[in-house]
């Protein structure tokens, strides 16, 4: 089995349902001029109060979730309750970075997947983007619209086969 890292936020816990009222439309999004580590500062239950994504439910659907992400360091203790309260029936393993870029670095290493929601990175790879408007610019190999879509991405990957995927298009592609 490959293995799969979930990034949290955006993907596993949904922090804009509690911190603006709309839904944001760019990264760095800010509503009465407060972007979410302004609001989240004012009141770090929000942290352990955001409901999870609909993606969250396939990650409890697996036996073992390796979660990597890149946060402050004053939100670990209320992320740690998250956490606890929504994956407690699972395995879990949590692996906080320093720099968005380390998580690039772990993923090349262990020639893993990531699963994110992030605009920024250099490399997408590896990376299975969660679809959001905040990243619909971003030339991904692997753009995900639904939990289902997930779910059966997951299942090509462990099985191997998006390898095979991809000779067929290439193949098809030649033909043409
Ligand atoms: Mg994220």
Redesign the pocket.
Known sequence: MKKIYW?????LRDLHKVTFINRPTHWGYTENGLDIFDIIGKDYTLLEKAPPTPFCKIAIKQPFVNILTHQPSSWILYTENWIKKYFSSISYNIIYVETRNQKIEIINKENAYLI???PLFNDYSRIILIDSPYNKNIKAKYRVKTPKQLEQLLILINKDLIWIKQEIKIISINTN
């Open positions: 990034d949290l936020d955006g993907v994110e929601d992030c």
